[in-house]
C-alpha cells in the first residue's frame, strides 16, 4: 500500500556549523578543523542572515530545525539559544516542530546534552557509525564503542526523541558480523535509524587510500547482501525502512527528513548552506560561501553569505521532485510532477518499470519497490530522461533530455543536499 501525504511539506530552517575536532577520512562534506571560533561572533552572522532569508520569505511558520555539520554539538549551548531566538523572532514556530541537533557521542559533548535540551533542542541525531573500537578507529573517529553507548544512554534519559547513525559495508565487515551489529544497535535505539553504506568520495583520504590500493571496501555484490541483510534484520524489529537510508517506528520518522524528500520547503542558514524557497517569481536554489571566514566577512558586509540564488526551471523542479521523493518508500504523486515539471512522465516507462517489479503504482501514485531501491539511480534517470529499458530514447514529453543530462543534475542536487539530511545519498550512491 501507498501512503498519501499531504501536498504540504512544511517549512524548515536547516543551519550548518561548519567546524569539528577533527576531519574523518571518509567525509566530503563541508567541515573545517580550527583551534578557536568566535562563537558570538558567529551566532551574530546567524542571526543577521536568518533576518535576510526571513524578508524573502516572511509569513511561515516554521515545522522543523536542523543543526547540521561539521559538528554542531561543539556549539556553546549560547550559541544555540541566540539562533533559536532569531528564528523565533521572523517566522512563527509551530508548538510541536521538531528541534534537531547532530552530535557526537563523545564524553564531553554528551556532558553537554541537558543543556542543549535547556535550549530548545527536542531531538538528537548521534554519529555513532560503529559499535567497535577497531573500526571506529579506522572511520577516524574520536569516541569509543563505549563512550557512543554511553552517550546513547544518556540521550535517552534526557530527549523524548533520538536517533543514531551507522555505517556498513565497512572494509572486510561480513554479514554476519553485520548482522550482529546491527541487532545491538537496535537494543539501545527507540525510534530511529540511519543507516548509512560507506561510499568513497573524490577529495577525501579513503579516496586517497582506495585510489592508491590501500583500503578495500566490499564489491557490489557484497554491499548487495549487506544492504539486504540490512532490511531484514530492521524489519524483523520493528523499524521498516521510510526512506532508502532511514528506518524509524511507525510515527518517529524524521520530519525534517520527510521535509526534504517531500519536496518542502527550507531555508538553508550558514557556511555552505543550500536552501529551496518559494518566493513570488517561483521557486529558487540559493546556496551559501563555503569557507567559514568568507561567509562571516561576507554576512557581516552584506547581511547575508549567499553566493548563488536562481529561478529553478520546471524541468529542474521535476528533477529534484524525482530525485528526492523517490528515495521515499510511500513514493510520489505523479500529478505533483505535473504541476512542477509541466509534463507527465512518460507512460510506457511507467509500465515496463512496474512490469519489471521495480515500482508499484496506486491510482496517481508511484514508489519503488523492494526489488528496485538497490537500482533506485537508474530507476530515477529513466523516469527523468524518458529512455528505454535498453538505452534508446522513447521521444515523448522530455524529447531532447538524456539520462547524462539527468546524471548531471543529479550531482548538483545531491551537492546541495548532502550535508542537510541526516546525511544523504544511498546505497546506490549511498544514502
Same mark, same amino acid.
Given at each position: @500500500?501507498?501512503?498519501?501525504?499531504?501536498?504540504?511539506?512544511?517549512?524548515?530552517?536547516?543551519?550548518?556549523?561548519?567546524?569539528?575536532?577533527?576531519?574523518?577520512?571518509?567525509? /566530503?562534506?563541508?567541515?573545517?578543523?580550527?583551534?578557536?571560533?568566535?562563537?558570538?561572533?558567529?551566532?551574530?552572522?546567524?542571526?543577521?542572515?536568518?533576518?535576510?532569508?526571513?524578508?524573502?520569505?516572511?509569513?511561515?511558520?516554521?515545522?522543523?530545525?536542523?543543526?547540521?555539520?561539521?559538528?554542531?554539538?561543539? @556549539?556553546?549551548?549560547?550559541?544555540?539559544?541566540?539562533?533559536?531566538?532569531?528564528?523565533?523572532?521572523?517566522?512563527?514556530?509551530?508548538? /510541536?516542530?521538531?528541534?534537531?541537533?547532530?552530535?557526537?557521542?563523545?564524553?564531553?559533548?554528551?556532558?553537554?546534552?541537558?543543556? *542543549?535540551?535547556?535550549?530548545?533542542?527536542?531531538?538528537?541525531?548521534?554519529?555513532?557509525?560503529?559499535?567497535?573500537?577497531?573500526?571506529?578507529?579506522?572511520?577516524?573517529?574520536?569516541?569509543?564503542?563505549?563512550?557512543?553507548?554511553?552517550?546513547?544512554?544518556?540521550?535517552?534519559?534526557?530527549?523524548?526523541?533520538?536517533?543514531?547513525?551507522?555505517?556498513?559495508?565497512?572494509?572486510?565487515?561480513?554479514?554476519?558480523?553485520?548482522?550482529?551489529?546491527?541487532?545491538?544497535?537496535?537494543?539501545?535505539?527507540?525510534?530511529?535509524?540511519?543507516?548509512?553504506?560507506?561510499?568513497?568520495?573524490?577529495?577525501?583520504?579513503?579516496?586517497?587510500?582506495?585510489?592508491?590500493?590501500?583500503?578495500?571496501?566490499?564489491?557490489?555484490?557484497?554491499?548487495?547482501?549487506?544492504?539486504?541483510?540490512?532490511?531484514?534484520?530492521?524489519?524483523?524489529?520493528?523499524?521498516?525502512?521510510?526512506?532508502?537510508?532511514?528506518?524509524?517506528?511507525?510515527?518517529?520518522?524524521?520530519?525534517?527528513?520527510?521535509?526534504?524528500?517531500?519536496?518542502?520547503?527550507?531555508?538553508?542558514?550558514?557556511?555552505?548552506?543550500?536552501?529551496?524557497?518559494?518566493?513570488?517569481?517561483?521557486?529558487?536554489?540559493?546556496?551559501?560561501?563555503?569557507?567559514?571566514?568568507?561567509?562571516?566577512?561576507?554576512?557581516?558586509?552584506?547581511?547575508?553569505?549567499?553566493? @548563488? /540564488?536562481?529561478?529553478?526551471?520546471p524541468a529542474e523542479q521535476g528533477d529534484e521532485f524525482?530525485?528526492?521523493?523517490?528515495?521515499?518508500?510511500?513514493?510520489? /504523486?505523479?500529478?505533483?510532477?505535473?504541476?512542477?515539471?509541466?509534463?507527465?512522465?512518460?507512460?510506457?516507462?511507467?509500465?515496463?518499470?512496474?512490469?519489471?517489479?521495480?515500482?508499484?503504482?496506486?491510482?496517481?501514485?508511484?514508489?519503488v519497490t523492494r526489488q528496485g531501491f538497490p537500482i533506485?539511480?537508474?530507476?530515477?534517470?529513466?523516469?527523468?530522461?524518458?529512455?528505454?529499458?535498453?538505452?534508446?530514447?522513447?521521444?515523448g514529453d522530455n524529447t531532447g533530455r538524456t539520462a547524462?543530462? *539527468?546524471?548531471?543534475?543529479?550531482?548538483?542536487?545531491?551537492?546541495?543536499?548532502?550535508?542537510?539530511?541526516?546525511?544523504?545519498?544511498?546505497?546506490?550512491?549511498?544514502?
Open positions: @500500500m501507498i501512503d498519501h501525504p499531504t501536498r504540504d511539506a512544511g517549512f524548515g530552517v536547516y543551519v550548518h556549523w561548519p567546524f569539528c575536532l577533527a576531519k574523518c577520512p571518509y567525509c /566530503d562534506f563541508n567541515s573545517h578543523v580550527r583551534g578557536g571560533v568566535d562563537q558570538a561572533r558567529f551566532a551574530r552572522s546567524y542571526a543577521r542572515e536568518i533576518g535576510h532569508v526571513a524578508a524573502l520569505v516572511p509569513d511561515r511558520t516554521v515545522t522543523s530545525i536542523f543543526f547540521g555539520g561539521g559538528t554542531p554539538s561543539l @556549539m556553546q549551548p549560547e550559541t544555540l539559544r541566540a539562533i533559536l531566538a532569531a528564528i523565533r523572532k521572523h517566522w512563527a514556530i509551530a508548538p /510541536d516542530a521538531e528541534i534537531t541537533l547532530e552530535a557526537n557521542p563523545t564524553s564531553v559533548e554528551a556532558g553537554r546534552f541537558r543543556e *542543549f535540551h535547556a535550549a530548545g533542542i527536542n531531538r538528537l541525531s548521534l554519529g555513532v557509525q560503529a559499535m567497535n573500537d577497531a573500526d571506529l578507529q579506522k572511520l577516524g573517529r574520536m569516541h569509543t564503542a563505549s563512550e557512543a553507548l554511553a552517550a546513547v544512554t544518556t540521550a535517552a534519559s534526557i530527549f523524548s526523541r533520538y536517533s543514531f547513525d551507522l555505517i556498513y559495508a565497512r572494509p572486510g565487515q561480513t554479514v554476519a558480523a553485520w548482522k550482529a551489529e546491527l541487532g545491538e544497535a537496535i537494543a539501545y535505539a527507540a525510534e530511529h535509524l540511519s543507516l548509512y553504506q560507506l561510499t568513497i568520495e573524490e577529495g577525501t583520504r579513503f579516496h586517497t587510500l582506495h585510489r592508491t590500493g590501500r583500503l578495500t571496501v566490499p564489491d557490489d555484490d557484497a554491499a548487495r547482501t549487506l544492504y539486504d541483510a540490512t532490511q531484514e534484520v530492521c524489519d524483523a524489529h520493528g523499524l521498516p525502512r521510510y526512506e532508502i537510508s532511514n528506518h524509524a517506528r511507525s510515527g518517529a520518522e524524521s520530519r525534517h527528513n520527510l521535509l526534504y524528500w517531500r519536496y518542502g520547503e527550507y531555508a538553508g542558514i550558514g557556511p555552505g548552506a543550500h536552501g529551496r524557497l518559494v518566493v513570488p517569481q517561483g521557486r529558487v536554489a540559493s546556496a551559501a560561501e563555503k569557507r567559514p571566514e568568507a561567509w562571516l566577512d561576507r554576512v557581516e558586509k552584506t547581511g547575508s553569505g549567499q553566493t @548563488m /540564488d536562481e529561478p529553478l526551471t524525482l530525485l528526492m521523493g523517490l528515495r521515499l518508500c510511500e513514493g510520489i /504523486d505523479i500529478e505533483r510532477h505535473v504541476a512542477l515539471a509541466g509534463h507527465r512522465l512518460d507512460g510506457a516507462m511507467i509500465d515496463d518499470l512496474v512490469r519489471e517489479g521495480l515500482i508499484a503504482r496506486q491510482g496517481t501514485r508511484i514508489a533506485l539511480n537508474a530507476i530515477i534517470a529513466a523516469l527523468a530522461s524518458s529512455l528505454s529499458a535498453d538505452g534508446l530514447r522513447r521521444g547524462a543530462d *539527468f546524471h548531471h543534475r543529479q550531482g548538483a542536487i545531491v551537492g546541495a543536499i548532502g550535508t542537510e539530511t541526516e546525511h544523504a545519498v544511498g546505497p546506490c550512491k549511498p544514502g
